[in-house]
């Protein structure tokens, strides 16, 4: 498999008083040239840290403190900004979440459009109204919304309007942070509907941070899941949710319900991911992992414990007899 | 809009402060706090500080009165006109500078808050009838304001402080209004509503003390008001003849020729006494940014 | 359009509230203001005839009735020391007032404004620590004293600019706009208008300062970057745009607030405008004069808080045009 983006290791730290916040603590996966890639977790674990990083956006009390991402045979890393400005949005697009305040509210949407059509694509102003046209009709908008302002849009449209921003130029990898999270059930799954068809439609990557594996489930070819700044399994889907093989993916599936069917007991995981200030030594999930042995005191490494499927966890091996233990209630109630 | 948002966002610290912790995270505050001590001291001490009586026309030899003397060993900042010493007048001046700025600022506040206290929790017809009140008073202009009253009243500290307080209150009642609006909402005034406490044992019990530090902070801005005020009134002449402040030491120096005669030494200091006084109630409120702009509101 | 007319409105009522307060107040106050008014040297025929020429004669609601009657029709009654009508001095002194307000603004907004936006990238650097306390500074000192020490220090030590008037005494012009273009005017205005701007420029400094921080952090801003705009296009564009709406909602309610403000720097340097006239009436004894100008600084004020609303309503697409979720 040639990787579009190969995430080696990355480390990304927010320096505060208290010292440094390890937001992305050694992280490693990577995305092929084409397919929508899940980066799951609960909140906190490091995945809009780390999808800033790779656009290049941290704020100025953040630092990459290690690692290399390599996209398209270049490390964003060691990247000059003049060099990353080269390839931000040209190649490299990005979904913001709907609640943030992300399109400027004292601008029409054709304005915004034509920025970077003109700005970014060097496109003629004629070419490029007619390709922000083109670009709402793709995302499912009707061209006179052009003419509207941010805040008449419902959170869908404005969701749908930040993929046609997203998509302006032809990215090769489009990174969405969250991009249905503050949208309710219905509207979550149009929105997922319009990413897997351009997905399919235009052949590009996409990295789709959610903190829901239902999302996930619905809408991604591969699975990265995160805990607490590190991934601890990845691999296509159906490998991953279907055979799961670390205990905090098993955890994930109870806690979320399915986007397609309701229904089904919801069983959470007690505790919350642990502080990034001082990360615990050892398995980062082992507080809460109701599985936990004497070994998991030491760091598991993230092996390839079947083709294409890797995963950070000492008794991975044990995983089919540890799943249905997992899927009952009582197991993670303490 | 400004005011009473950034004020939640940003929980304000005691004012007593957490010790040194304070020290360190709020200089400004602290550097207001020490200016506003070191005038303090200055009043209560006016009368050892002062090295003559403020009112006194001092003569030199018999009968020459002693105008426009140049600073020296006794008279620090030379005289005036009058014959009378700077540096004791300015010394003086701190008293009637301090009385007006913290009367007027305390009124303010009084009425600012027990009127957005009333606003905000009562709502309905009260509300209304506040804000229409304080909408009124917003729409009249602050200095010619205070002039006309003077004038077709006593003209004097206490027409002034009072004129003061009737303008400035309308800030102080939004800002405590809005803040009221938004802790009405939260759970434990509802949980106190449900367990049958009265009303003024809410609003006075419950949400009186939530908002005092924000009452504090436009306290601190009034007092500087109040100053800058009683300054420009008693500039115009619309001040109390009798007392002794920086207003009128100024005025004094510019109606006798001060500035072409070049006697800074008598109208620098009482201006930078009344910068440093009113800076001090800003760097106090410097909390926020926006509250420093009361015509702002929300 | 609806927001339009109920802000008119508002703006009515308070105009009208504002006008009431002033009738009252000159005519209830303690010490019956009328007979103050009416100076000694008067006969007590002409006092008479005084009072009936004024109204003030007729029981008080029938006065009120005339005197909102007149006000309407831009009646201001006549001038007891100057005998002239009201309406008159006063729009002779507005020019003058207009000019030094506006320049002044001007001068400060758009210092303040670029200093602001350039303080929000020097966050923790010298130039804030300097900066900051600066602003503040002049945003405590009293008007009028600025004014004495530009004045003895431009004026009167190095001579380089008149220290009063607006205009060189016995000067003639063709007309109100060639005196307010002329070369001798504009020298006169320059130091009043630059001790206004020196007091004014704190305020949108400070504010425009605090926005832009606000702002920057937006996350429309984090987009710009991640889009790869230059960083002209970012700040100009994105930031500073956000940014002015409040800014320009002070500029209007500064314009409204120093007409009536500038009272003390108009003495200071002797301009004659309109917080001149309501000084030397208001000392004067001149009640129809004092009213008048208080009037119609209040006015401007009113009208000017209402266009300050109306501005940000029409800068912010968000107010102005109503969401359609
Ligand atoms: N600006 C910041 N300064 C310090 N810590 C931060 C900052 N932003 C995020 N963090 C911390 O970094 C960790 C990861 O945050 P984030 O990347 O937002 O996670 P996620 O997107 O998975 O919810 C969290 O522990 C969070 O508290
Ligand atoms: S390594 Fe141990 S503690 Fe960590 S997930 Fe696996 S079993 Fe649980
Ligand atoms: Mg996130």
């Not at chain 2, 005011?3 to 207001?32: C, D, E, H, I, W």
């Not at chain 2, 809005?178 to 106190?192: K, M, T």
């Not at chain 3, 001149?286 to 208080?294: E, I, R, S, V």
Request: net charge positive.
């Amino acid at each position: 498999m040639d990787a579009l983006l190969d995430v080696r290791d990355l480390a990304v730290h927010y320096r505060t008083a208290a010292g440094p916040v390890r937001a992305v603590d050694g992280a490693s996966f990577t995305v092929p040239a084409a397919g929508i890639v899940g980066l799951v977790g609960e909140s906190g674990c490091g995945k809009s840290t780390l999808g800033r990083a790779l656009m290049g956006v941290l704020p100025r009390s953040a630092s990459i403190a290690a690692g290399q991402a390599v996209f398209e045979g270049r490390d964003l890393v060691t990247l000059s900004p003049a060099e990353r400005r080269k390839l931000l949005w040209r190649r490299l697009a990005f979904v913001p979440q709907t609640a943030m305040n992300a399109l400027d509210p004292v601008q029409r949407l054709a304005a915004q459009m034509q920025e970077v059509l003109v700005e970014r694509g060097g496109l003629s102003r004629a070419a490029a109204g007619a390709r922000a046209v083109e670009l709402f009709a793709m995302v499912g908008l009707d061209a006179g919304r052009l003419r509207d302002w941010p805040h008449q849009f419902s959170g869908g449209m404005r969701q749908r309007a930040s993929i046609a921003l997203a998509l302006a130029l032809n990215p090769a990898l489009l990174i969405a942070d969250e991009p249905v999270t503050a949208l309710d059930v219905i509207v979550q799954r149009q929105i997922l509907d319009v990413m897997r068809d351009l997905q399919s439609r235009l052949g590009l990557a996409m990295i789709l941070v959610t903190h829901d594996v239902a999302v996930v489930a619905y809408a991604c070819d591969r699975v990265v899941v995160m805990y607490a700044g590190r991934v601890v399994e990845s691999g296509p889907v159906r490998a991953v949710l279907e055979a799961p093989l670390h205990p905090y993916t098993m955890g994930l599936m109870n806690a979320f319900p399915d986007l397609e069917r309701a229904g089904g007991e919801l069983v959470p995981i007690e505790g919350a991911p642990p502080s990034l200030l001082n990360p615990p030594t050892g398995c980062r999930f082992a507080a809460r992992c109701p599985f936990a042995v004497a070994r998991c005191e030491k760091d598991p490494a993230l092996l390839e414990q079947a083709p294409d499927h890797h995963v950070a966890c000492w008794r991975a091996a044990e995983a089919p007899a540890l799943r249905p233990l997992a899927s009952e209630a009582a197991t993670w109630s303490r | 809009m400004p005011g009473a948002s950034a004020m939640r966002r940003r929980p304000l610290p005691g004012f007593v402060g957490s010790g040194l912790g304070f020290l360190r995270k709020q200089p400004f505050a602290v550097a207001g706090l020490a200016i506003y001590l070191t005038f303090i001291l200055l009043a209560i001490f006016a009368d050892q500080i002062a090295t003559h009586d403020p009112r006194e026309i001092l003569f030199r030899g018999a009968y020459r009165v002693a105008r426009y003397l140049p600073p020296s060993a006794t008279h620090y900042l030379g005289t005036t006109a009058g014959g009378r010493d700077v540096f004791s007048q300015l010394v003086h001046g701190t008293r009637s500078a301090l009385q007006v700025g913290v009367t007027a600022a305390f009124f303010v506040v009084v009425i600012g808050t027990l009127l957005g206290l009333l606003s905000g929790y009562l709502g309905g017809w009260v509300d209304r009838v506040i804000m229409r009140i304080s909408d009124i008073i917003l729409g009249l202009p602050f200095l010619p304001f205070v002039l006309v009253i003077s004038a077709l009243t006593r003209p004097g500290t206490t027409t002034l402080v009072a004129s003061v307080a009737l303008m400035l209150w309308p800030n102080t009642a939004r800002v405590i209004r809005s803040q009221v609006l938004s802790l009405r909402e939260r759970g434990w005034v509802e949980a106190a509503r449900v367990t049958g406490c009265s009303t003024p044992r809410i609003i006075f019990v419950h949400i009186a003390p939530q908002v005092a530090p924000l009452a504090a902070l436009y306290g601190s801005i009034a007092v500087g008001w109040a100053i800058l005020t009683e300054a420009s009134a008693s500039f115009l002449g619309f001040g109390d003849p009798n007392a002794i402040s920086w207003g009128l030491m100024l005025q004094d120096a510019f109606a006798n020729q001060a500035l072409s005669r070049g006697v800074w030494t008598w109208f620098v200091p009482p201006g930078l006494c009344i910068v440093l006084l009113v800076l001090a109630g800003f760097l106090v409120s410097r909390g926020s940014e926006k509250l420093l702009f009361p015509k702002l509101g929300d | 359009m609806k927001r339009f007319a109920g802000r008119i409105a508002h703006a009515a009522f308070v105009l009208w509230a504002v006008a009431t307060l002033t009738f009252l107040l000159f005519r209830l106050m303690p010490g019956d203001p009328t007979l103050n008014f009416l100076s000694d040297s008067f006969s007590e025929e002409m006092r008479a005839d005084l009072l009936e020429s004024f109204g003030l004669d007729k029981p008080l609601p029938e006065q009120y009735l005339i005197y909102l009657g007149s006000l309407l029709q831009g009646d201001l009654g006549v001038s007891f020391l100057q005998k002239r009508p009201v309406l008159d001095i006063l729009l002779a002194a507005l020019p003058n007032t207009a000019a030094l307000t506006i320049t002044a603004l001007v001068i400060a907004y758009a210092f303040g404004i670029i200093a602001g936006a350039f303080l929000a990238f020097a966050r923790g650097t010298v130039t804030e620590g300097i900066a900051i306390p600066a602003a503040l500074i002049t945003r405590a000192a009293p008007e009028f004293w600025l004014g004495m020490l530009l004045l003895s220090w431009l004026s009167f030590a190095w001579g380089i600019f008149p220290s009063a008037g607006a205009n060189v005494a016995g000067s003639e012009f063709t007309s109100e706009w060639a005196r307010l273009t002329s070369a001798d005017f504009l020298w006169h205005l320059i130091l009043p208008a630059l001790t206004l701007a020196l007091y004014l420029q704190g305020l949108p400094l400070l504010l425009m300062r605090a926005t832009m921080l606000e702002v920057l952090n937006d996350e429309f801003i984090v987009m710009a970057r991640m889009k790869g705009l230059s960083r002209w296009a970012i700040v100009m564009r994105h930031a500073a745009r956000n940014a002015l709406l409040p800014v320009a909602t002070a500029f209007a309610l500064g314009l409204g607030s120093s007409f009536g403000g500038n009272v003390v720097i108009e003495t200071v340097f002797s301009w004659p405008g309109l917080g001149r006239v309501l000084v030397s009436a208001v000392q004067g004894a001149d009640y129809p004069l004092a009213q008048g100008a208080f009037i119609m600084i209040a006015a401007v004020l009113v009208l000017m808080n209402m266009v300050a609303d109306l501005l940000y309503a029409w800068l912010d697409p968000r107010v102005s045009v109503g969401a359609r979720r």
